[in-house]
């Protein structure tokens, strides 16, 4: 088993593995144009469907062109109110998404060893997608559960969110290969198009339920896929990783604690050290950070995580001097920590980065 198999993995095999949120992650245009095409081909002029979004159609053309999760929502806004509540409007749009469509994230879950890998490339780099569902896994023995978590998403678009995204979850399912589903169920009461629903996954689900989720046999996500390789998905890995450093760049007061947290020379520094060399309260800084949307806490995790990567990475340094270097007290908290992040110890990362 190469070394990016067997810690993707270890990784995904842990009981629990939930992505890591940024509220302030953007995304490319793309999504937003597949939505207005998606739209026109429904009568839905593309100015309409634009408004007061803050995206021209000249941006559509920019592929590269970068907006926020709040634009493209303004756009699905506008959308869902003129054509109105048209059955399986969302597992429309949904269908119109392929792995093609999120570029280098879409490449990495081609080349990954089995649907266990790729499920857990998937979440880990969610944030390069555009889905507005928050979906985890869960794993129950060695079956996998996919959950789609909706009660962040706005009630009047998240019918239609929830659709999309299971739709576009569907497509990418089949391209990478077949992959039964043993069980599904989902919140909301059977539609008069509930019949879509048993089309894309396979089997009757079950309406009305406590959650949103997919189960997997062990058997089905363990088997190796079609396109799988590891050196490409080795490449495609890191440019994910590249991709979504460079869309987590962090604004305002949180990048200049951010960069201070980052630039601390022998040990992590704590708010109060923070507060004093940016002249503020401790106070005053923790409520400007709710205010745009993070916590000193998350900031601190996150640079935590950034470097405990990289200290790993380099195999020569100490688990203690690592834990030291990140401010904990003793290398057990320090490896408590790093397991909620990973779902693996900081040894069995070090192991499988060196297989």
């Known amino acids: 088993m190469t070394g990016v198999a067997k810690l993707l993995t270890i990784v995904a095999t842990s009981p629990s593995f939930v992505t890591m949120a940024f509220t302030d992650v953007r995304r490319t245009v793309i999504s937003a144009k597949v939505l207005v095409q998606f739209a026109a081909a429904r009568g839905v002029a593309p100015e309409d469907s634009l408004r007061a979004s803050g995206i021209t159609p000249e941006m559509l053309e920019q592929p590269k062109t970068e907006i926020s999760?709040?634009?493209e929502l303004a756009v699905v806004r506008n959308i869902v109110r003129r054509i109105g509540d048209q059955p399986g409007l969302g597992l429309d749009a949904g269908l119109r998404y392929h792995l093609s469509t999120y570029g280098i994230w879409g490449f990495a879950l081609l080349t990954s060893p089995n649907y266990r890998s790729a499920?857990?490339?998937?979440?880990?780099?969610?944030?390069?997608t555009y889905a507005f569902v928050h979906f985890r896994i869960e794993a129950r023995g060695?079956?996998?559960?996919?959950?789609?978590d909706d009660s962040a998403i706005p009630e009047d678009v998240r019918q239609f969110l929830l659709e999309r995204d299971l739709a576009a979850w569907s497509n990418a399912v089949r391209e990478l290969g077949v992959l039964p589903v043993a069980a599904a169920q989902f919140r909301f009461e059977r539609p008069a198009y509930g019949a879509r629903f048993t089309e894309l996954c396979g089997i009757e689900p079950r309406f009305g339920a406590a959650e949103n989720s997919i189960?997997?046999?062990?058997?089905?996500?363990?088997?190796?896929l079609p396109q799988s390789d590891s050196t490409v998905a080795r490449l495609c890995l890191e440019q994910c990783r590249q991709l979504l450093d460079a869309r987590q760049v962090r604004s305002g007061l949180s990048a200049k604690v951010?960069?201070?947290?980052?630039?601390?020379?022998?040990?992590m520094p704590d708010i109060k050290a923070v507060s004093t060399s940016l002249h503020v309260a401790p106070r005053s800084l923790r409520r400007h950070?709710?205010?745009?949307?993070?916590?000193?806490?998350?900031?601190?995790d996150e640079v935590r995580l950034t470097l405990a990567e990289e200290?790993?990475?380099?195999?020569?340094?100490?688990?203690?001097e690592i834990a030291l270097r990140l401010g904990y007290a003793e290398p057990a908290s320090f490896t408590h920590a790093f397991k909620r992040w990973k779902g693996v110890s900081p040894a069995a990362y070090r192991e499988a980065r060196r297989a």
């Open 289 to 300: 950070l709710e205010q745009e949307g993070t916590s000193f806490r998350e900031l601190l």
């Open 258 to 267: 951010r960069d201070m947290l980052l630039r601390g020379s022998s040990e």
């Open 215 to 224: 189960l997997h046999r062990a058997a089905d996500v363990d088997a190796p």
């Open 142 to 148: 060695r079956d996998l559960t996919l959950i789609l």
């Open 311 to 320: 200290m790993l990475d380099t195999g020569r340094i100490k688990l203690s």
């Open 119 to 128: 499920a857990e490339i998937a979440l880990r780099y969610l944030d390069l």
């Open 69 to 71: 999760a709040d634009q």
